[in-house]
């Protein structure tokens, strides 16, 4: 929920919803929880890569020390918080956030 204050936001709550988001849209930017399975987790990436090349994928792990994940672009520990996982959004989308309540586009 915290996502959808600053971004367009879809959510899905299981694989099949997932991969249904993925045939049907594109994305700049897909998280996958560690509440999905590493071969769903797999999957889901590579579905993203064959249709969107430059989207990036943000792995979620029940740690910081989570295991390494090769199929996404960045990893986050959901220790993080809310708003460690708002900020990795917003860093890999190319935003800084100047508080916890704004966003802006990072000059380049």
């Known amino acids: 929920m915290i996502l959808g204050a600053f971004f367009a936001v879809r959510g899905a709550g299981r694989f099949n919803e997932a ?3 993925l045939t ?3 994305f700049d930017l897909v998280v996958l929880c560690h509440s999905l399975t590493p071969d769903e987790c797999e999957r889901l990436a590579a579905m993203t890569r064959e249709r969107s090349p430059r989207c990036q994928i943000l792995a979620m792990s029940a740690s910081s020390r989570g295991n390494a994940k090769p199929w996404a672009d ?3 520990g ?3 918080g809310p708003y460690g996982l708002l900020k990795k ?3 890999m989308l190319g935003f800084v956030l100047k508080s916890k309540a704004r966003a802006t586009t990072h000059a380049a």
Request: hydrophobic residues 35%.
């Open 89 to 91: 959004c917003a860093e």
């Open 24 to 26: 049907s849209n594109t």
């Open 19 to 21: 991969r249904t988001l």
């Open 74 to 76: 960045k990893q986050l």
């Open 78 to 80: 959901v220790d993080a």
